[in-house]
């Protein structure tokens, strides 16, 4: 045996290899690994516009936080400004049923004071007649009587 032919019949069957390698071999391998690339890359990008979609979820988050404190803080605003004009609005009705109740005081106090006048007009009323019959120890006539006591009244 020769070792040119050898060489040869090894050459020949090595370049066989190579193109039935080639041919049928090497395609279905290069597109697994041309797909798994794509699946990579795809996953990368991925990640990467979830990552981004995140950062922006994080934004939106602290805007609306924000918001929320400042909508948050005006509404105690207002419930402190409402708190206190119901505090003047309770004192105003306050101030205005006080001085109701001093006026309906005076009007009784008046009320009062005019009946006392009324009875110690009639008390001395009467005891200027018992006074006078004491004096006079006589008896005088009820319509001259009755005169004398209405003058005396509207005197007093």
Same mark, same amino acid.
């Given at each position: 045996?020769?070792?040119?032919? $050898?060489?040869?019949? #090894? =050459?020949?069957?090595?370049?066989?290899?190579?193109?039935?390698?080639?041919?049928?071999?090497?395609?279905?391998?290069?597109?697994?690994? @041309?797909?798994?690339?794509?699946?990579?890359?795809? %996953?990368?990008? #991925?990640?990467?516009?979830?990552?981004?979609?995140?950062?922006?979820?994080?934004?939106? =988050? /602290? @805007?609306?936080?924000? *918001?929320? &404190?400042?909508?948050?803080? *005006?509404?105690? =605003? #207002? /419930?402190?400004? +409402?708190? /206190?004009?119901?505090? *003047?609005?309770?004192?105003?009705?306050?101030? @205005?049923? %006080?001085?109701?109740?001093?006026?309906?005081?005076?009007?009784?106090?008046?009320?009062?004071?005019?009946? !006392?006048?009324?009875?110690?007009?009639?008390?001395? !009323?009467?005891?200027?007649?018992?006074? =006078?019959? &004491?004096?006079? +120890?006589?008896?005088?006539?009820? &319509?001259?009587? !009755?005169?004398?006591?209405? $003058?005396?009244?509207? *005197?007093?």
């Amino acid at each position: 045996m020769n070792i040119n032919a $050898t060489l040869i019949g #090894q =050459a020949i069957t090595f370049a066989i290899l190579v193109w039935f390698t080639m041919k049928f071999v090497w395609p279905p391998l290069m597109a697994a690994m @041309e797909e798994r690339a794509k699946r990579i890359a795809d %996953g990368l990008a #991925q990640a990467e516009r979830g990552k981004h979609e995140l950062e922006l979820a994080h934004k939106r =988050a /602290s @805007e609306v936080l924000h *918001e929320a &404190k400042s909508k948050a803080s *005006e509404i105690i =605003a #207002q /419930s402190e400004k +409402r708190a /206190s004009q119901v505090v *003047e609005e309770s004192k105003g009705a306050a101030k @205005e049923e %006080g001085e109701r109740i001093i006026a309906a005081a005076q009007a009784e106090i008046q009320q009062e004071v005019y009946r !006392a006048k009324e009875a110690l007009r009639q008390q001395v !009323a009467d005891l200027a007649v018992a006074g =006078a019959e &004491k004096i006079l +120890r006589r008896e005088i006539d009820a &319509k001259a009587h !009755a005169d004398l006591l209405e $003058t005396i009244k509207a *005197e007093l």
